[in-house]
């Protein structure tokens, strides 16, 4: 919207030319987002105190947790607010993409907003039923995909990590794959929903995927420009895609995405300084379910579902150990975990919170740049 207008009135200020980049464009959307994190934070926490909108603990969590009840909650809903505002400034409305990712990812903080409220207004930790949160979750994901798919050629095909798109990849049917590509967005929701447990540790490694995923977003649609000078004198330059050089999938547009997931780093930054131990505010459902679908919708839309596998490996190994202790206990009365989530797990091995959040985004870190380094070794 703003980089439309900025963009026009180059002919009166040429410096304005700047906004063709997409590049400028993901450095906008970033600071602004981090801007308007950073400086409405305070108020919003002062104003979530003031109504009485805190933190429902669960009644079998330790005392350490059971300290940080009332502690104001729904902090994703500004986090929302400093995702949505830089993408419609600096991204460009007439790109599909960006309409999908804001839909799904409003979607699901709807949800998730419903759900904050009922476990504040009930103090019941159990809030919105999830067969409940699952089936508005799947509607939404459902519908995305196939407004996005029957109105785009953006394609079927299921690309494989360390494989080169032209050498292996599936072409799977129409609802084959809204299928497939509807429980990624649903699963990574409901993934970083689970790891948002102890201060930080849902947004550092979202902080790193969506960074990961920029950097995917942009490579799958961006022709790099190079200037030779001949001998002649002549200068003469050579274009080269960085999907051909990287072995990506080409998904025409998608690199609009690329200001979305900035946007993303940028309100998770600006979250992460109020966040972090001891926590001024928490996301609560209505931040880790949007952020996570927005992360879904990233994987998808760039072509990289099983590769997200890997970039949002704390996200998965969350996920899987709640189902294997919850599996596990049910076959044989015995837990494999301490504790489900297995962040809880380490706190009960006498991890402190700290050391249990920052080594999980360490980890995050290394599996993101093994997923990156995963493109040269295809």
Not at 258 to 275: K, Q, R, S, T
Request: charged share 15%; net charge positive.
């Amino acid at each position: 919207m703003l980089f439309r207008l900025l963009f026009e009135l180059r002919l009166v200020f040429g410096p304005f030319r700047v906004f063709r980049y997409t590049s400028f464009r993901i450095i906008a959307a970033t600071v602004t987002a981090m801007l308007i994190s950073f400086f409405l934070y305070p108020w919003f926490i002062r104003q979530l105190k003031r109504i009485g909108v805190g933190q429902v603990i669960r009644q079998e969590m330790d005392e350490s947790h059971q300290k940080k009840r009332d502690t104001p909650t729904m902090g994703g809903s500004l986090m929302l607010f400093a995702i949505v505002v830089p993408t419609l400034l600096w991204a460009d409305l007439a790109n599909g993409y960006v309409w999908l990712a804001l839909g799904v990812t409003t979607g699901y903080a709807a949800i998730g907003l419903v759900d904050d409220i009922k476990k504040v207004r009930s103090h019941d930790s159990r809030g919105l039923p999830g067969k409940y949160k699952l089936l508005f979750q799947f509607a939404i994901a459902i519908g995305a995909m196939a407004l996005l798919l029957g109105l785009t050629d953006y394609g079927t095909i299921l690309y494989f990590p360390f494989v080169k798109p032209d050498a292996f990849h599936l072409d799977l049917p129409f609802w084959v794959y809204v299928a497939f590509a509807s429980v990624a967005i649903v699963g990574m929701s409901n993934a970083v929903n689970l790891t948002d447990g102890l201060d930080g540790l849902a947004i550092g490694p979202s902080i790193v995927a969506s960074g990961t995923f920029l950097i995917l977003a942009y490579a799958a649609a961006t022709a790099l420009g190079i200037r030779v000078t001949a001998p002649d004198g002549e200068i003469q330059t050579y274009f080269f895609d960085l999907a051909d050089y990287l072995g990506l999938a080409k998904v025409q547009g998608v690199q609009e995405l690329a200001i979305f997931a900035g946007a993303i780093m940028g309100a998770g930054v600006g979250f992460l300084w109020f966040n972090t131990f001891p926590a001024q505010i928490f996301m609560g459902d209505v931040g880790s379910l949007s952020i996570g679908g927005a992360i879904g919708v990233l994987a998808v839309a760039t072509k990289n579902e099983l590769l997200s596998l890997i970039i949002c490996g704390i996200f998965v190994l969350e996920a899987v150990s709640v189902i294997l202790q919850r599996y596990y206990y049910k076959a044989t009365r015995r837990r494999i975990f301490l504790m489900a989530p297995i962040h809880h797990h380490f706190e009960k091995k006498q991890w402190s919170e700290s050391q249990v959040v920052v080594r999980f985004w360490i980890i995050a870190i290394l599996l993101s740049l093994f997923a990156l380094a995963s493109l040269k070794l295809r």
